[in-house]
């Protein structure tokens, strides 16, 4: 039972423009909300994330947008580079004494210069 | 400041044989500790977290096993790899009170 799901596997986007990746969960247990970036043969590295009392976060050029009654995120990355050429993880967190992380399958982001 | 350390990068080991990978994180104390692992074109799946030394918990039934026998020291270990154990194994560490958690560069494992 996949409580965290990215439903598309892939998105291609021209360099400049907006990028917006999303992501569904069944839990509504879910108190944090997280994307992660990954390279190839890298760990995960840290983005950004919104509580679920929230709707929106913003750093910089990375935005999250939590739609709770809807049980949909996004983030959208705004403009695009190439740079950002990556895979990215959706993950969701309950609050208990392990705090876990449930990932989602991860969206594969190519930027075209 | 805070790093992650996971050891070896890579990994070729024939079926049957024992696996030990590690992990240990340093600048913090009584971290929670984490091994995922991420099949090839999948998403990451939590195998085991620990809050504690010696408090292990397992998220999946499988053929490994892990240990902490120091606070921030995480083992990841099997007795005889099965082919389908090949994959990409992530540490990851929390400090209590933080939401995020930071990934260690990842051990890809391939049975053969």
């Known amino acids: 039972d996949q409580q965290v799901k990215q439903n598309s596997p892939s998105l291609s986007v021209q360099e400049g423009r907006i990028s917006i990746l999303n992501c569904d969960y069944t839990?509504?247990?879910?108190?944090?909300f997280l994307w992660y970036k990954k390279y190839p043969a890298e760990g995960p590295t840290f983005l950004i994330s919104?509580?679920?009392?929230?709707d929106k976060n913003e750093d910089g050029r990375f935005t999250v947008f939590l739609n709770k009654s809807a049980k949909h995120l996004s983030l959208h990355i705004v403009p695009s580079q190439p740079g950002d050429s990556a895979v990215y993880f959706c993950?969701?967190?309950?609050?208990?004494?392990?705090?876990?992380?449930?990932f989602g399958g991860g969206t594969r982001l190519m930027v075209k210069p | 400041s805070q790093t992650i350390h996971q050891w070896p990068a890579t990994l070729v080991q024939p079926v049957g044989s024992p696996l030990s990978l590690e992990c240990t994180v340093e600048?913090?104390?009584?971290?929670?500790l984490y091994w995922y692992r991420q099949a090839a074109g999948r998403g990451l799946q939590l195998l085991f977290y620990?809050?504690?030394?010696?408090?292990i918990s397992s998220e999946v039934p499988q053929n490994l096993s892990a240990s902490r026998p120091q606070d921030r020291q995480f083992i990841l270990s099997s007795k005889k790899l099965l082919l389908s154990d090949s994959g990409f194994y992530l540490c990851?560490?929390?400090?209590?009170?933080?939401?995020?958690?930071?990934f260690g560069q990842g051990t890809r494992l391939t049975v053969v």
């Open positions: 990851a560490w929390r400090n209590t009170g933080n939401t995020e958690a930071f």
């Open positions: 839990n509504s247990m879910f108190d944090y």
């Open positions: 919104i509580s679920s009392i929230k």
């Open positions: 993950a969701a967190r309950v609050n208990n004494a392990g705090n876990m992380l449930t």
């Open positions: 600048g913090t104390s009584n971290p929670n």
């Open positions: 620990s809050i504690g030394i010696d408090q």
